[in-house]
């Protein structure tokens, strides 16, 4: 519980890479990437607190095959708009969230942190990686995390995006605050059916016990939006390749 309430704590405030890749005291940070030495084959091996990222067997992201139909509840969305603060925190671009949004899953309901980008796609569909994926992150009153996941396909531009990405500090470490009211609302798909399994943070420590709904239908995002977003980070991937699901069921 405790772990699950830190977790909470610094994704609201958008500072898990950076808490979590601490050595404490005056250790020097361990950096963790996707790429090289600190890349994901290696997040295990980085720090005793990483070792999930190795050894876990319910880790994200996965490769969404044979789902089985089942009488999911129902996702509903509820989201106000609000300014936002973005921040570049190295490895994307995390979007904190002003209390007072959340999401019902049948009677759970869990308030929305922040969300935050991916490219390409971390998970797949039917072995299909999309060009980026949306990840919007909440958590329950008991400290316990579900992640929305929104696909991305090229195709017209996605307005919030266009919002989003004229305030976007280029600079990592770096922070820009959004007085306007904007709504994560316009990121969503016109359908709430999802794909639903459980899994864990895909960026160290790799959490498990996170309840993850990947919405079914993708939304669209320009060529040069899905290129402005990668070149914050030299055009290189930011996504964690797909994990073993080592007999999860993944339901719809």
């Given at each position: 519980?405790?772990?699950?309430?830190?977790?909470?704590?610094?994704?609201?405030?958008?500072?898990?890479?950076?808490?979590?890749?601490?050595?404490?005291?005056?250790?020097?940070?361990?950096?963790?990437?996707?790429?090289?030495?600190?890349?994901?084959?290696?997040?295990?091996?980085?720090?005793?607190?990483?070792?999930?990222?190795?050894?876990?067997?319910?880790?994200?992201?996965?490769?969404?095959?044979?789902?089985?139909?089942?009488?999911?509840?129902?996702?509903?969305?509820?989201?106000?708009?609000?300014?936002?603060e973005?921040?570049?925190?190295?490895?994307?671009i995390?979007?904190n969230?002003?209390?007072?949004?959340s999401?019902?899953?049948?009677?759970?309901?869990?308030?929305l942190?922040?969300?935050?980008?991916?490219?390409?796609?971390?998970?797949?569909?039917?072995?299909?990686?999309?060009?980026?994926?949306?990840?919007?992150?909440?958590?329950?009153?008991?400290?316990e995390?579900?992640?929305?996941?929104?696909?991305?396909?090229?195709?017209?531009?996605?307005?919030?995006?266009?919002?989003?990405?004229?305030?976007?500090?280029?600079?990592?470490?770096?922070?820009?605050?959004?007085?306007?009211?904007?709504?994560?609302?316009?990121?969503?798909?016109?359908?709430?059916?999802?794909?639903?399994?459980?899994?864990?943070?895909?960026?160290?420590?790799?959490?498990?016990?996170?309840?993850?709904?990947?919405?079914?239908?993708?939304?669209?995002?320009?060529?040069?939006?899905?290129?402005?977003?990668?070149?914050?980070?030299?055009?290189?991937?930011?996504?964690?390749?797909?994990?073993?699901?080592?007999?999860?069921?993944?339901?719809?």
């Open positions: 519980m405790r772990m699950f309430l830190l977790l909470v704590v610094c994704l609201s405030l958008g500072l898990t890479g950076s808490v979590f890749a601490s050595g404490g005291g005056e250790h020097a940070a361990v950096h963790w990437g996707y790429s090289g030495a600190g890349g994901p084959a290696h997040w295990g091996d980085l720090q005793p607190e990483f070792k999930l990222c190795g050894e876990g067997q319910q880790q994200s992201p996965i490769n969404i095959i044979d789902a089985v139909d089942s009488d999911l509840p129902e996702l509903t969305f509820n989201y106000a708009a609000t300014g936002l973005l921040v570049n925190n190295g490895h994307t995390k979007v969230y002003a209390p007072g949004s999401i019902r899953v049948g009677s759970d309901e869990y308030k942190l922040q969300f935050h980008f991916h490219s390409l796609s971390e998970n797949a569909v039917d072995g299909q990686l999309f060009p980026a994926e949306a990840h919007l992150v909440h958590a329950n009153a008991a400290g995390l579900a992640v929305v996941g929104v696909l991305f396909a090229e195709g017209d531009a996605n307005p919030l995006l266009e919002k989003l990405w004229r305030h976007t500090p280029s600079k990592a470490q770096s922070t820009m605050s959004v007085a306007s009211n904007v709504s994560v609302t316009e990121l969503l798909p016109g359908s709430a059916e999802y794909y639903a399994f459980s899994g864990s943070l895909t960026t160290p420590p790799c959490t498990e016990g996170v309840r993850w709904m990947v919405l079914k239908q993708p939304v669209t995002a320009s060529a040069a939006q899905i290129k402005k977003f990668r070149s914050f980070f030299g055009d290189h991937d930011t996504n964690r390749p797909v994990q073993p699901l080592n007999g999860r069921i993944v339901y719809q």
